[in-house]
T-cell receptor, first 111, second 114 residues
């Protein structure tokens, strides 16, 4: 079946460090890919998305590129801030409209 | 209005109580969802409503009863819950059920069953 695999956390970075959170997927057909962020005590917020191969989603300095050849959608940010501390979920939505979340990666940014 | 509003934010209930969670959106979205999220885990789908009709029930126990009174409102009625049902309950909506539509989530109701 379809699935999403994220790098295990937790991840701890110093402010202004470069962030990469790896995400790979397994799916038949061409799913849409998403990154969601969940701040402490809150619901999930859509961070960015990509709906076809080679699309790049971007928002608030975060980027991810839909790589069909490596079935990946890695999240990157050039310079993280303390306010980026949260849990990040990679997700896919397949052609059958089923949504699959990864297990989440907790990020802590220290000043 | 680009929000999904959930009430209450916190709820403590006994195992014999009946309570309801409420979810509201005014974005004209025609698909609405209930998810359950345990600590440090991804959300798990419970129910899907599409055009106010229940389209997916992920084998959820009958002590959880969803209701969609109109296109803007979604309720989750709770009865005779167990302590293991304690979790964050998230409501979400999307423009439709199509593949390209992401979800807009509410902030959730943190439920504690005592």
């Amino acid at each position: 079946g379809d699935s999403v695999t994220q790098m295990e956390g937790p991840v701890t970075l110093s402010e202004e460090a470069f962030l990469t959170i790896n995400c790979t997927y397994t799916a038949t057909g061409y799913p849409s890919l998403f990154w969601y962020v969940q701040y402490p005590g809150e619901g999930l917020q859509l961070l960015l998305k990509a709906t076809k191969a080679d699309d790049k989603g971007s928002n608030k300095g975060f980027e991810a590129t839909y790589r069909k050849e490596t079935t990946s959608f890695h999240l990157e940010k050039g310079s993280v801030q303390v306010s980026d501390s949260a849990v990040y979920f990679c997700a896919l939505k397949n052609t059958g409209n089923q949504f699959y979340f990864g297990t989440g990666t907790s990020l802590t940014v220290i000043p | 209005d680009t929000e999904v509003t959930q009430t209450p934010k916190h709820l403590v209930m006994g195992m014999t109580n009946k309570k309801s969670l409420k979810c509201e959106q005014h974005m004209g979205h025609r698909a609405m969802y209930w998810y359950k999220q345990k600590a440090k885990k991804p959300p798990e789908l419970m129910f899907v409503y599409s055009y106010e009709k229940l389209s997916i029930n992920e084998s959820v126990p009958s002590r959880f009863s969803p209701e969609c009174p109109n296109s803007s409102l979604l309720n989750l009625h709770l009865h005779a819950l167990q302590p293991e049902d304690s979790a964050l309950y998230l409501c979400a909506s999307s423009q439709a059920q199509g593949q390209y539509y992401g979800y807009t989530f509410g902030s959730g109701t943190r439920l504690t069953v005592v």
